[in-house]
């Protein structure tokens, strides 16, 4: 697939994905001319029909109404990138099996952008880089004989609602040149409300602490319910007590499961920059992996898990999304498989996984049901008075 449109303003490149796509769609609906490169030409297609690939907030009424403008093209040519003015990078820097960060990722995306880059373009990252990556691109650039201005502008938005969060929060401008930060300054002074500049490494550590902070006050939410639970006592009816007309309680997360693509990757970015010196954040990986261990030791205390079929009741990694990507639901599936006599999960907007069945069969065949994400789909579920665990207090 490749571009018919002669020119742009803006090329997103992933721009098919979670990150790329609310922005590009954004981005033309303020009139600028965006071309969505991607290397996936399936997810390209859907996008080009009008459709959205994953659920987002607002998203497909302003796709159709950006096509309809002729504002949004599509290419999965390289080639197409050349001579656009704004290169924006969604290409993060995703952690190996070993939990370190993956800096060839980023690197091998600009290689494949390198024949087409020029001295009048400006390249922005946009995913969370490894501290210190805004600075490598533009040294590691330089030393081939390319000098394209080099700014990071991460985004700071929560999945499923980006479509109003990018044209309503503070935008984080950084650059490795005071031009850098001038032109990127200008592309999004277009689509939000106010700019912040830093510098590239205050940029970085900033959108990795809007992460870990996130991440670490559920591990304090899921410590405080491991150790209540333990003292064979029930979190929920202490946390509402705890929290009732209490103001200074209010931000106290409930327990759940905390993972996704962002949080736990981010988490461990940080310690892998800080060493052996971010012990916070290692103590709030090992609460977080380790709350669907602890569910399945609570519920051996009650149920033979030999004998018991179980029912997973959500498989995304959060509520109302159908983003299955790192979820815990999966991890506490593996879990049980070794134990139990068997475990059936059920999902109302998660796809592309055959073992999903409808929510009625799963509540009918199991033994014990897990909610495992709070979709506001089973606000009214009828769970036939089976056995429920229900962390997040969320049912009735």
């Keep these: 697939m ?52 994953f659920f987002e907030e607002g998203a497909e009424p302003l796709l159709k109404r950006v096509l309809q403008k ?14 656009i003015p704004h290169l924006i990078v969604t290409i ?61 502008c991460p985004e700071r938005v929560v999945q499923g609602f980006a479509i109003k969060e990018v044209q309503s929060l503070p935008q984080i401008v950084s650059g490795t040149t005071p031009g850098a930060v001038q032109t990127a300054t200008a592309l999004f002074a277009k689509i939000c409300p106010k700019i912040v500049e830093m510098v590239p490494m205050e940029a970085e550590f900033a959108k990795l602490f809007c992460n870990v902070t996130r991440y670490i006050q559920f591990a304090m939410a899921n410590q405080f319910y491991m150790i209540v639970q333990s003292a064979g006592l029930d979190y929920t009816r202490l946390m509402e007590g705890m929290k009732a007309d209490y103001p200074r309680m209010a931000s106290l997360p409930s327990p759940g499961f905390a993972a996704g693509p962002c949080l736990f990757k981010d988490t461990l970015q940080l310690a892998g920059f800080a060493g052996d010196h971010f012990d916070l954040g290692r103590c709030a ?22 004998s018991t079929t179980f029912g997973l009741l959500g498989m995304a990694f959060k509520a ?27 999902d109302p907007h998660a796809k ?45």
């Design 2 to 53: 490749s571009s018919s449109h002669a020119a742009y303003d803006v090329c997103v490149i992933g721009g098919a994905g979670h990150v790329g796509a609310p922005l590009s769609i954004v981005m033309a609906s303020q009139g600028l001319r965006v071309l969505i490169y991607d290397v996936n030409p399936d997810t390209l297609a859907l996008l080009q029909k009008g459709e959205m690939p």
């Design 70 to 83: 002729d504002l949004l093209g599509f290419s999965s040519n390289v080639a197409d990138i050349a001579n």
């Design 92 to 152: 993060g820097t995703p952690v190996d099996a070993y939990h370190n960060p993956v800096l060839k990722v980023v690197v091998q995306c600009i290689e494949t952008l390198f024949p087409y880059l020029s001295d009048d373009q400006t390249l922005i990252l946009r995913s969370t880089v490894f501290p210190g990556v805004t600075d490598y691109i533009a040294k590691y650039l330089a030393e081939r004989g390319k000098h394209p201005q080099v700014a990071f």
């Design 285 to 306: 990986i090992q609460i977080n992996e380790g709350l669907p261990g602890f569910l399945i030791q609570q519920i051996r205390k009650t149920h033979p898990l030999e």
């Design 320 to 346: 109302n999304s159908d983003d299955t990507r790192a979820s815990l639901s999966y991890k506490l599936k593996k879990l049980l498989q070794f134990q139990a006599k068997a475990v059936l999960t059920t």
């Design 352 to 396: 592309n996984d055959p073992d999903l069945l409808p929510v009625s069969e799963v509540i009918d065949r199991s033994d014990v049901l897990i909610l495992c994400v709070p979709h506001a789909a089973y606000s009214q579920l009828d769970v036939q008075n089976k056995p429920l665990i229900d962390i997040w207090n969320f049912l009735p």
